[in-house]
């Protein structure tokens, strides 16, 4: 077997083999499910096309597509807009963030049954107002009081929810002793791993950095979340104050694995830093292109692995598109705010290890010689995706026979 079946099976084989039958069904229902789930497939076949416009060396999120946009809380407690998926961060050039999200305008409206001409209209807008912000050499951030339009009225909307209300959705009461739900996305853990986590996450909170001192692990399970990472070893806790009756918390930890852009970087020959670990690399980029990262952020090493830590909150959620999709000025906000937020990021991230500095960034966006490519590209790989994922569809049903 070769081409991209290969690759996919191939990428996916060290994984959790449970999860990625969860992952490969979510792959298939959709072009933009099987895009979300198949970055390292786009980056196998962005290397091998010819003369790709030169650009500044950035660090990008490595998988940047319409929906790793999204709301959180940062550790200030304030509710931000921002990209929010660095697992395959890494320094690269800055037009391989742009490709990988202009692609996804088209394919992920494609999937929404948008017309293309809007696509081709937004993808120009993404590219133009990404220059804009280049050009400027300013970064934006966007919360409550710079949000504007439909983004604006998101985060109000996030903003307003409670912690109980997520705490009532991920648990319940048992017997007065409160305890995460068993559902298809919570997976009851081994007895055994169950009390090695909690005593590895109780030793995590004494070592924290005093936030959670009075508090105390009383469940943990497996959690089954995102899509390109489903596979990895990905844990969710409940956490319960020691001083304040019904005060709760959830955190997640998952596991970090390599960048799937490694293998692209090292053929180029783009030197990255000597990261002590991934979680090392994840959370430095991370908070070096947010403007402020979430509450909780940190690493921690669980049997020789090395996963990240944060809070689950009640503000963490993407913009549901379809929702939008039939009104062209919510689109044309959303759109031009995460192209400002993209530009914004390689800005607050200029001049660090490497990374090309304001001044030729502002310089890159001034140039002309480089968005009509992405465009091209864009629309002839987005064709590429579709065959592929009739490819895919193919054999997921052929072995569900």
Not at 146 to 159: M, P, R, S
Not at 249 to 267: F, G, R
């Amino acid at each position: 077997m070769a081409g991209p079946i290969h690759s996919i099976l191939n990428f996916n084989t060290n994984l959790l083999p449970n999860m990625v039958d969860i992952k490969y069904n979510l792959m298939s229902k959709n072009i933009y499910s099987f895009y979300r789930g198949t970055c390292h497939l786009f980056y196998e076949d962005l290397c091998k096309v010819k003369k790709i416009p030169a650009s500044p060396l950035t660090w990008i999120c490595g998988d940047l597509h319409i929906e790793n946009f999204g709301s959180f809380k940062g550790d200030n407690r304030l509710t931000y807009f921002d990209l929010n998926d660095f697992d395959e961060a890494i320094l690269a050039p800055a037009v391989f963030e742009l490709i990988r999200c202009v692609t996804s305008i088209f394919i992920g409206f494609e999937s929404l049954n948008i017309e293309s001409k809007k696509a081709v209209n937004m993808a120009n807008l993404f590219l133009k107002t990404y220059c804009e912000i280049l050009i400027k050499g300013k970064c934006n951030y966007i919360e409550p009081k710079t949000a504007t339009g439909i983004v604006a009225d998101f985060l109000k909307h996030v903003n307003k929810r409670k912690r109980k209300t997520l705490l009532n959705k991920r648990t319940q009461k048992i017997n007065n002793t409160r305890k995460i739900r068993i559902t298809e996305k919570h997976i009851e853990l081994d007895k055994r791993l169950r009390n090695e986590l909690s005593a590895h996450i109780s030793n995590w909170i004494v070592n924290h950095n005093g936030i959670l001192y009075n508090y105390e692990v009383i469940d943990a399970v497996f959690r089954v979340a995102g899509l390109g990472s489903l596979g990895l070893k990905r844990y969710l806790f409940l956490l319960k104050s020691t001083n304040r009756q019904e005060k709760y918390l959830l955190v997640d930890m998952k596991q970090a694995k390599n960048s799937s852009l490694e293998p692209v970087v090292k053929n180029l020959n783009i030197p990255q830093p000597k990261w002590n670990t991934e979680a090392e690399r994840i959370i430095a980029v991370q908070q070096r292109m947010q403007n402020v990262h979430p509450a909780m952020l940190s690493a921690t090493v669980f049997k020789g692995e090395h996963y990240i830590i944060q809070e689950m909150q009640t503000a963490k959620e993407g913009i549901n598109l379809n929702l939008i999709k039939h009104d062209y000025r919510h689109i044309y906000r959303v759109i031009s705010d995460m192209a400002i937020l993209t530009a914004s990021a390689q800005l607050r991230s200029s001049g660090r290890q490497n990374s090309a500095t304001c001044d030729e960034l502002m310089q890159f966006g001034q140039r002309n010689d480089w968005q009509q490519f992405i465009l091209d590209h864009a629309v002839k790989y987005s064709e590429k995706v579709k065959k592929d994922f009739t490819l895919f569809t193919s054999h997921i049903n052929s072995k569900s026979c």
